[in-house]
């Protein structure tokens, strides 16, 4: 049986590189309390360091969903994903402020930065900001260019990653046959 080039090149994607194995939404729903540290292992993520959640009514953080979101007392502080997950990007609001008052991610591989998305303001409308980064990482910290507290996140979004096992060519060759 002759196979096309086609054919091959397919089955070699196939069995080679990262697939993606789901997206999760963290949406902060199934927490409770005010100003409450987020525990550790919550939708999957291993440390959320001095991230709150909130579900107090203001018109300045409104949620992208639901009724809560998440808050940050500092700035840049990091959340840790204890693996490697592609991080896709979250929802942000604040305060309207000076064109300066810019909110962005810093992307971690093993402590090394890897990727800085691009910033955007933070208005009474939550806006997704993307992470524009398609390959893993294993911390995200989000940063306000004016400083910390003024802009809430909620729908922090990932997808996790499976390894496929590398086959060899006599593997694809018996599928063929």
Request: proline fraction near 7%; glycine fraction near 10%; hydrophobic fraction near 40%.
């Amino acid at each position: 049986m002759k196979m096309s080039p086609w054919f091959t090149i397919v089955v070699l994607g196939v069995f080679s590189g990262l697939a993606f194995a789901g997206t999760v939404v963290v949406d902060f729903e199934g927490l409770t309390g005010t100003y409450e540290p987020i525990p550790d292992w919550y939708g999957g993520i291993a440390v959320w360091n001095d991230w709150v959640t909130f579900d107090l009514t203001d018109p300045n953080y409104p949620p992208h969903s639901g009724i809560r979101r998440a808050y940050c007392f500092g700035n840049g502080t990091s959340i840790e994903f204890g693996t490697e997950y592609i991080f896709e990007g979250v929802w942000i609001s604040g305060p309207a402020g000076p064109p300066e008052a810019k909110v962005y991610c810093d992307l971690y591989l093993d402590s090394l930065l890897v990727h800085t998305t691009d910033s955007i303001l933070p208005t009474t409308t939550s806006a997704w900001l993307e992470s524009g980064y398609n390959q893993p990482v294993s911390e995200v910290r989000i940063w306000h260019l004016v400083g910390a507290s003024m802009y809430s996140m909620d729908d922090f979004t990932y997808s996790t990653v499976a390894p496929i096992a590398r086959t060899t060519w006599a593997a694809i060759k018996a599928l063929i046959r």
